[in-house]
Nanobody, 120 residues
Framework: QVQLVESGGGWVQPGGALRLSCAAS????????MAWDRQPPGNQRELAAV???????NYADSVKGRFTISRDNAKNTTYLQMNSLKTEDTAVYYC??????????????WGQGTQVTVSS
């Protein structure tokens, strides 16, 4: 079994910063892209940032210049550094990644989500 476990969420004032972590564990052969999606209250889930196994990154326009995604392949972990946070960044943040567990099986796995609240 594979698990993705997020940490680092919480409450922060506008303009503040948080760093999210997501560690994958279990029977892992290969982790491909690693991504952070988020779901604001009352809205649909949306992609915030994604990083390929090569290190190439892509961001939603709403977070460009403020968020930085990174990964440590040796630790099967991805990070999301969030700076200059705005109230509209309030959401549940989900880590997800397509993971190969053996020669025949590859599927997308999701973490349980971590709440980020930005308010004064």
């Amino acid at each position: 079994q594979v698990q993705l476990v997020e940490s680092g969420g919480g409450w922060v004032q506008p303009g503040g910063a948080l760093r999210l972590s997501c560690a994958a564990s279990g029977s892992i052969c290969t982790i491909y892209n690693m991504a952070w999606d988020r779901q604001p209250p009352g809205n649909q889930r949306e992609l915030a940032a994604v990083i390929a196994s090569s290190g190439n990154t892509n961001y939603a326009d709403s977070v460009k210049g403020r968020f930085t995604i990174s990964r440590d392949n040796a630790k099967n972990t991805t990070y999301l550094q969030m700076n200059s946070l705005k109230t509209e960044d309030t959401a549940v943040y989900y880590c997800n990644a397509p993971i190969r567990t053996n020669r025949l099986n590859i599927r997308n796995y999701w973490g349980q989500g971590t709440q980020v609240t930005v308010s004064s």
